[in-house]
C-alpha cells in the first residue's frame, strides 16, 4: 500500500522569505502522480502543484516549485517570497497512474509572519 | 465557474442519530468523490464515483455509510447510525474525468460533522 508521510507537523516563515515542506512516500509503483494540496483556513482545498512521476524536471508554478527525488522517493515544496496568504494547511498525495485512489499525507501548518 | 457547492456546512448530531450531506459538482464533471478528513489527518476517500456508477468504495463503511448518484450529478452521502468517531469534516471534490488521466480534482468547501 502507498503511504505519504509529513515529518513536519508545524512550520513557520517570515514573509518575504523562502521556505521548505517535506514529503517522503513509499510505493513500487513506477508510473504515479505527486500533488501539493494547500487548505486555507475555513476554505476549500485547491491544487497548488502536480508532478508526473515520468518527468525528470522538476514542476513550477510561479512561486512555487518542488523537488523531486524519484530514487529516494522525495517530494518537497518549495514556496519563494512568502506572503501572508501561503498561511494553510499543505497536503502532500500519491495517485497511481490510472488509478483515482489519491493517498494524502497528515499535512503541515504554515504560518507565515508578517 | 461555479465551484463545487456542499451543504449544510456544519451539523451536531447526537450519537446514533442519522445525518445526510450533499454535494453539486462542477457541471460537467463527470467523476464524484467523497472524503472523510478527520481532525489532524489528511483526507481518506471514502466513495467514488463515474457518472451515477461507483468506481471505488472500499473505504467506505458500508454497515452505517451509503452514497448515491442519481442522474450522474448531485450526490448525497448518508450516516446511520452515526458514532462518536465520525466526527470530521466531509469533503467533495470532482474531476472533468479519471483522475489517473492527470484531471484535476477540485473540492468544496466540506462538512463539518460534530457527532456528541
Known amino acids: 500500500a502507498q503511504t505519504v508521510t509529513q515529518s513536519q507537523p508545524e512550520m513557520s516563515v517570515q514573509e518575504a522569505e523562502t521556505v521548505t515542506l517535506s514529503c517522503t512516500y513509499d510505493?513500487?509503483?513506477?508510473?504515479?502522480?505527486l500533488f501539493w494540496y494547500k487548505q486555507p483556513p475555513s476554505r476549500q482545498m485547491i491544487l497548488v502543484i502536480r508532478?508526473?512521476?515520468?518527468?525528470?524536471q522538476n514542476a513550477t508554478e510561479n512561486r512555487f516549485s518542488v523537488n523531486f527525488q524519484k530514487a529516494a522517493k522525495s517530494f518537497s515544496l518549495k514556496i519563494s517570497d512568502s506572503q501572508l496568504g501561503d498561511t494553510a494547511m499543505y497536503f502532500c498525495?500519491?495517485?497511481?497512474?490510472?488509478?483515482?485512489?489519491?493517498?494524502f499525507g497528515a499535512g503541515t501548518r504554515l504560518t507565515v509572519k508578517p | 465557474e461555479a465551484g463545487v457547492a456542499q451543504s449544510p456546512r456544519y451539523k451536531i448530531i447526537e450519537k446514533r442519530q442519522s445525518v445526510a450531506f450533499w454535494c453539486n459538482p462542477i457541471?460537467?464533471?463527470?467523476?464524484l468523490y467523497w472524503y472523510q478528513q478527520i481532525l489532524g489527518q489528511g483526507p481518506k476517500l471514502l466513495i467514488q464515483?463515474?457518472?451515477?456508477?461507483?468506481?471505488?468504495d472500499s473505504q467506505l463503511p458500508k454497515d452505517r455509510f451509503s452514497a448515491e448518484r442519481l442522474k450522474g450529478v448531485d450526490s448525497t452521502l448518508k450516516i446511520q447510525p452515526a458514532k462518536l468517531e465520525d466526527s470530521a469534516v466531509y469533503l467533495c471534490?470532482?474531476?472533468?474525468?479519471?483522475?489517473?488521466?492527470?484531471?484535476?480534482?477540485?473540492f468544496g468547501p466540506g462538512t463539518r460533522l460534530t457527532v456528541t
Open positions: 510505493t513500487s509503483e513506477n508510473n504515479y502522480y
Open positions: 464515483f463515474q457518472n451515477n456508477g461507483v468506481v471505488d
Open positions: 498525495a500519491f495517485m497511481k497512474h490510472e488509478v483515482d485512489d489519491m493517498r
Open positions: 508532478q508526473e512521476a515520468y518527468k525528470q
Open positions: 471534490a470532482s474531476s472533468l474525468e479519471l483522475s489517473g488521466s492527470s484531471y484535476e480534482q477540485y
Open positions: 457541471s460537467g464533471h463527470a467523476t
